[in-house]
Structure formats: C-alpha cells, structure tokens
C-alpha cells in the first residue's frame, strides 16, 4: 500500500482521485490550502473530485492537496487465447471503439495503416504486437505541445509527422485498434519511481472477453525504438509496472478541471528533498500557471 501526496496550483480546480477500484482504499483526502475560507463546495464521484471556490477571493494562487492511499502492483497480461480480429463485442465494450474520444480521431489515413498492419493477424494479441513493432521502429518519443495538433485530425498529424509523447502514442494504439474493431482505451495516472515520479498515459486493449491487455508507448524511451532490443524491446508490452491510476477515459476523468491551460507554455521538473515538483509556465512572460508537488510514502508492504 502506498499514499501518494501533493499540493496543485495556483489555478487548478481538479484533484487526482483513483479512479480503479481495484486499488483506491477509501476516498481521497483533499484540503483547500489557498485561499484560505474560500471553499463552496466539495464533490466527489468516481476517479474525480472537484472543489468549488469563491470567485471574488480567488485572486490569486488556488492550492489544493490531496492524499490517497492506494494499492500499486504489476499488472501482466494474463495470456489468454486472443479474440479473432473482428469478432462481436459485447458486455458494454462498445464504449471503447468509439471513433472520436479525446486525441483518438479515426481517419482515412489510420483505417489505411489498421488494414495493413493486421494483415495475417489472426486474432487481437497478434494485432496488438503488430502494432507495436512499428510504433517502436516508426515512431520517435518526444513532447507535442497541443496547439501544434490539427485537433480535427491528431492522429493523421502524428502520421506525417512520425513524433508522439505517450498520450499521443497510446491514442494512436488506440485508434487502430479501434479501427480493426478490436476495444481499447486510455489510462492515466502517476509513475511511482522515486527519481521520477510523475503524470503518465498508457493504453489497454481488450484481447478477449475480459482480459485486457496494458500497453506502454512510453517502452521507447527504454528501447531507444528498437522492438527486437533484448532486455527492454518488449518490456512493457503486456505489462506495465506499479502505478496509481488517477483516470480511465471516457468513464473516470479529471482532466484540467475548469482551468484551461495557457495557449503557449513550457514545462519543468524538479526534486524538492524526496518530493518532485512539476510546473507549467505560460509564455512569453513566464507566469506560473500550475504547479503539482508530489510525494509517495509506502505505508504497507505489497
């Protein structure tokens, strides 16, 4: 068991709740650091809980801290048979082969790559691991900034462009597995490395009635986009480490809460003693506009 702590601001309205049941243990612990008596109200429902401040006192800085105490294990992929490519879904797995969620925009230019890559796949594992050989050798890892994105077509962009972080990564794996009628669907949540604790998306995909497969673009930082590297080519395909999951699209989302970030920014991050500390920066003069400090303390063993 551990307990992840913070303090998010100066704008931030949204706090970070667990939104899986399988490892939150009670309700999120959230406090209204800043400004001090400003808060309206407090309301919590799955993977969210939103404060609602003042705005005639909400001058300055909004500092929020949470703490939530959760259970962080590896989870594998159970390796059961695949489901064949195309087989009919049920169980409400519909939800996740939506073709427009969030980055995950199908396109004639996805439906094209879907096609060739599942060429001689005969069921989803096999797709899912065709996938990931050419997101390894095809793509780069690096940052987007998000007004960059033809938000009509991210996905099509990413393909021109052949650069994704490891939301836009997932929601390509996403998209063409949806687009093979194959579910899957976005996770975030926290790292929980010491030297680099921080936010992170990855992918799950339904493989068969009720198996779902974790999937990690952000493998190519490891890999250095190679698939066949011995150690870390396949590493994190079918497994994902300890981590808490904060949020499970399109059901459990926190997102940016009612504070839209700046339309340009930068990004830092910083050890604080044992604590990490993000911040994002408006530009061009530098403003703070959020700052996230966070702390993991094991309190249990697993």
């Known amino acids: 068991m551990a307990r992840l702590l913070g303090d998010a601001g100066p704008t931030r309205r949204a706090a970070p709740a667990a939104a899986d049941a399988r490892f939150a243990r009670g309700a999120a612990r959230v406090r209204l650091l800043e400004p001090a008596g400003a808060l309206l109200d407090q309301r919590e429902m799955p993977g969210r809980v939103e404060l609602r401040v003042d705005g005639a006192r909400a001058r300055g800085p909004i500092v929020a801290e949470p703490e939530v105490d959760f259970v962080a294990g590896e989870q594998r992929d159970a390796l059961a048979p695949g489901a064949a490519l195309g087989s009919p879904v049920e169980g409400g797995d519909e939800l996740w082969l939506r073709d427009r969620e969030g980055l995950v925009v199908q396109d004639a230019a996805v439906a094209a790559l879907a096609a060739r890559l599942s060429t001689g796949c005969a069921d989803a594992r096999a797709y899912v691991r ?173």
Request: aromatic residues 10%; negative net charge; glycine residues 10%.
């Open 130 to 302: 065709s996938i990931w050989r050419w997101q390894m050798s095809q793509l780069r890892f690096g940052d987007w900034h998000r007004n960059d994105l033809d938000m009509a077509d991210p996905l099509g962009g990413l393909l021109d462009t052949r650069l994704a972080d490891c939301m836009l990564g997932s929601s390509l794996l996403i998209g063409l597995c949806r687009a093979r009628g194959v579910p899957a669907r976005l996770l975030t949540g926290y790292l929980l490395h010491p030297a680099n604790l921080g936010p992170h998306s990855w992918a799950e995909v339904r493989v068969a009635p009720g198996e779902w497969m974790p999937v990690d673009f952000g493998n190519w930082c490891y890999s250095a986009g190679d698939p066949d590297e011995p150690h870390w080519g396949g590493y994190f395909l079918g497994r994902v480490d300890a981590r808490y999951v904060a949020e499970v699209a399109p059901r459990e989302f926190t997102g940016w809460g009612s504070a839209p970030p700046p339309e340009r920014w930068y990004r830092l991050e910083k050890l604080d003693g044992q604590r990490i500390v993000h911040t994002l920066h408006a530009l061009p003069d530098n403003t703070l506009f959020r700052r996230d400090v966070l702390d993991l303390q094991v309190v249990a063993p697993a």
